[in-house]
């Protein structure tokens, strides 16, 4: 049996025939399959075109003779046979020309796969596909077939995949078969076949929460709006995307709140570390209330139960509470703070002060865009209008601010003391 071969040439059957003797050859075709047809079949001595014949059909060839002996017993013997061939091609990869990004890696992590296929034979390759399969603890899975075109001899075709390891804990195996219907013609296929092994480790790590009310970080006890957008961006080390709003409980005073498509109670999936983001947007009743987040992540590990409850307060009514400030006495400098509450924010607020005497010493205001609902902090220098230190001794301060055509003020004292 002659081959496979990547295209035929010609044969020649060369014999030493007595008179009257004949030698008759024939040229028999094999298929993939393993049949045998009769292709070419004529009398020794000329050579024999085989460019007829299709290698793709016919990878294989066999010639057979036919030796007749002529009437006094003489018989032929054969002195040659020859066939010219082409080889195919010959696809191959190994260790060098396989890489892996990773040979250990967390669950739902991209391993990125690099195979050359390299073309060591006499002709082109045409349309090579090359399969890629993952074998693990949970079976058996086709991941890719890759498709090159053609690859000439002496050449060869790079490409990446990323390969997926979610639902592939523990270690695997990566195989990488080329033309793994046998499609081509080759003379070895030992060479077609490359496997790599990686472990994916499970993740362990709690997600972590970040709460966040009208866009600022609370204290328990703060004051909130009435109305807050409260914000929740659940981080996690994983891989793996939280695609269920099921995953995350959210409750406001005890009471579960549905997360969905609502824009008050909106669920989206994130991307990178940031794996889902919560927008909810209550109207809540003047009091203390108390939020609380759960989270388990795409593998199943719960967040801190402590870090996800947050108390805090509101009140319908703007008003300022808790206006002090620090410290009191001052030396060179000071801070007014105060809790600003209700629904909305006034455009300006306005701080006074005055001597115990009645004369205004300073003023100045604070624009919305300084201000809060909650806790506000202002710092001052003690200084007058006119830039200048004012003296120890006792003073009066104001804080006021107009909305929807209601004075809202507060009046306390402060001393300097230098």
């Keep these: ?63 057979f003779a036919r030796l007749q002996a002529n009437a006094q ?37 991209q391993i990125i796969v690099s195979a050359a296929i390299h073309n060591v034979g006499y002709l082109s390759a045409s349309d090579v596909r090359v399969a890629i399969e993952m074998v693990g603890r949970s079976g058996r899975k086709a991941l890719d077939t890759l498709s090159f075109s053609s690859i000439v001899p002496g050449g060869s075709a790079t490409s990446t995949v990323p390969i997926s390891t979610a639902g592939f804990l523990g270690m695997n195996t990566l195989n990488i078969v080329i033309d793994p219907h046998a499609a081509l013609n080759e003379i070895y296929r030992a060479n077609n076949f490359y496997s790599a092994s990686f472990f994916v480790e499970g993740d362990t790590v709690a997600p972590s929460l970040d709460v966040t009310f009208d866009g600022e970080r609370i204290m328990d006890g703060d004051y909130v709006s009435a109305r807050p957008e409260i914000r929740v961006t659940v981080r996690d080390n994983s891989p793996l995307p939280i695609a269920d709003p099921a995953h995350i409980v959210l409750k406001l005073d005890g009471r579960r709140v549905t997360l969905g498509t609502h824009p008050d109670s909106l ?65 060179r400098s000071t801070a007014f703070t105060f809790n600003l509450v209700g629904y909305e924010i006034p455009e300006q607020l306005s701080i006074k002060i005055y001597s115990v005497a009645g004369r205004m010493v300073n003023e100045f205001t604070v624009p919305r865009s300084a201000l809060r609902i909650g806790f506000n902090t202002v710092p001052w ?35 300097k003391v230098e």
């Excluded at 003797?21 to 292709?39: F, K, N, Q, W, Y």
């Excluded at 801190?304 to 006495?329: C, K, W, Y």
């Design 267 to 331: 669920f989206e999936q994130g991307s990178g570390s940031d794996k889902a983001r919560i927008l909810f947007k209550p109207l809540l009743a003047s009091g203390d209330h108390v939020l609380s987040v759960q989270v388990r992540d795409a593998t199943g590990n719960p967040s801190d139960s402590t870090a996800g409850v947050i108390h805090f307060r509101t009140e319908r009514e703007s008003h300022l509470r808790n206006v002090v400030t620090i410290p009191n006495p001052m030396r």
């Design 73 to 109: 017993g003489d018989s032929p013997s054969l002195r040659e046979w020859r066939v010219n061939a082409t080889p195919p091609a010959e696809l191959a990869l190994n260790y060098q020309s396989v890489s892996l990004s990773s040979n250990r890696i967390i669950e739902g992590g």
């Design 381 to 415: 220098e003690a200084r007058d209008t006119d830039g200048n230190p004012i003296a120890n001794g006792v003073y009066f301060y104001k804080l006021s601010y107009r909305l929807n055509g209601k004075l809202v003020e507060v009046v306390e004292k402060l001393a």
């Design 1 to 63: 049996m002659i081959g496979p071969a990547g295209s035929w040439g010609d044969a020649a059957v060369t014999a030493d025939v007595p008179l009257g003797a004949t030698v008759v050859t024939s040229v028999l075709g094999i298929t993939r399959s393993g049949e045998v047809d009769t292709l070419i079949t004529r009398l020794s001595g000329a050579s024999i075109d085989l460019g007829m014949i299709s290698a793709q059909t016919y990878p294989k060839i066999q010639l």
